[in-house]
């Protein structure tokens, strides 16, 4: 009798992950729709409150050389966008050279109580058009771990 118990809780275990999996999944397909981007990276942060969040995110990106647009910040969305240059080609490739422009999307969406995924959308592109794109993309999941890590001390 003990053992069908154990069992039984075993499953039930099973059964409440692969939920929290399921919907955990929904939340990033609607953050990449809302985010309007094919290229979506993201973190989880937890124990952090959104305004350190927030504050960590524009201390990191700016420190990288990302500038804030203009009406950032609004529904938890933040923009910022960064020339290529010389060192920037040196470093990157020939795909951020002067003229270049990076534009990422941070979206921050509390997903539960203390719990907060920082999703962010690359695009590239000259003068004003822009297309997503994969280039860089190591850059900003680096610069989303420093966030993560610097969340948590401001």
């Known amino acids: ?7 039984r809780k075993r499953l039930l275990g099973v059964v409440i992950s692969a939920f929290g999996v399921l919907f ?11 985010i309007r981007s094919g290229v979506v990276l993201s973190r989880t942060i937890e124990f952090a409150s959104r305004y350190n969040i927030e504050r960590a995110i524009i201390t990191v990106f700016q420190g990288d050389g990302f500038e804030v647009q203009p009406g950032s910040g609004t529904g938890g969305t933040l923009r910022f966008v960064r020339e290529g240059n010389a060192l920037g080609e040196e470093r990157f490739g020939e795909w951020f050279s002067r003229g270049v422009f990076l534009r990422v999307e941070v979206n921050i969406a509390e997903v539960e109580f203390g ?22 993309s190591r850059r900003v999941k680096l610069l989303l771990g420093r966030v993560e890590r610097l969340a948590g001390v401001l």
Not at 125 to 136: H, L, N, S, Y
């Open 1 to 7: 009798m003990v053992e069908v118990f154990c069992e």
């Open 24 to 34: 955990s999944g929904c939340g990033v397909v609607e953050d990449s729709a809302r």
């Open 115 to 136: 719990t907060h995924r920082v999703s962010s959308a690359l695009e590239i592109g000259r003068e004003d058009q822009f297309v997503t794109t994969r280039k860089g």
